[in-house]
């Protein structure tokens, strides 16, 4: 009877190992890990190593830029997805998305500053995966 429930209890435990997504698996939608003013939220479609991305950012009382954008990129050597990026200011750059845990950072590097008030959503951003599907169109 003891050996039938260390079986079972293993096999449960791997069934629920099983449902976790792949570490490189990036598809689905992010949020900001800690509350703030200005939300932001990026979504991945990710088809092999091949992913479509596109994001929202803005302030809660709907003042100032509130940047939309889009990208396309792939993971890397080292399982982070690389993509380059536009917003609807005509900002560009390239990000890097990353798990650590349950947590992903994601770090947005401007290459082509176009309108000022939008630039404040970009830099380093700590986010959370609140659902494994895409909830804004990724193109």
Same mark, same amino acid.
């Given at each position: 009877m003891k050996v039938f429930l260390a079986v079972l209890f293993l096999a449960f435990a791997g069934m629920a190992r099983a449902a976790d997504p792949? +570490?490189? *698996? &990036?598809?689905?939608?992010?949020? #900001?890990?800690?509350?703030?003013?200005? +939300? &932001?939220? #990026?979504?991945?479609?990710?088809?092999?190593?091949?992913?479509?991305?596109?994001?929202?950012?803005?302030?809660?009382?709907?003042?100032?830029?509130? +940047? *939309?954008?889009?990208?396309?990129?792939? %993971?890397?050597?080292?399982?982070? #997805?690389?993509?380059?990026?536009? @917003?609807?200011? *005509?900002?560009?750059?390239?990000?890097? %998305?990353?798990?650590?845990?349950?947590?992903?950072? %994601?770090?947005?590097?401007? @290459?082509?500053?176009?309108?000022?008030?939008?630039?404040? &959503?970009?830099?380093?951003?700590? %986010?959370?995966?609140?659902?494994?599907? +895409?909830?804004?169109?990724?193109?």
């Amino acid at each position: 009877m003891k050996v039938f429930l260390a079986v079972l209890f293993l096999a449960f435990a791997g069934m629920a190992r099983a449902a976790d997504p792949a +570490p490189s *698996d &990036f598809t689905g939608h992010y949020e #900001l890990a800690k509350r703030t003013k200005s +939300p &932001f939220a #990026l979504d991945v479609q990710q088809k092999g190593k091949a992913a479509t991305t596109s994001f929202s950012a803005g302030n809660v009382d709907g003042s100032g830029a509130a +940047p *939309d954008g889009a990208g396309e990129g792939k %993971l890397n050597a080292k399982g982070e #997805l690389e993509f380059t990026w536009t @917003d609807t200011f *005509d900002n560009a750059g390239s990000a890097v %998305l990353r798990r650590d845990g349950k947590q992903y950072h %994601l770090s947005m590097k401007v @290459d082509k500053a176009a309108e000022a008030r939008a630039l404040r &959503f970009y830099g380093e951003i700590a %986010l959370k995966r609140v659902s494994t599907k +895409p909830q804004m169109s990724t193109r």
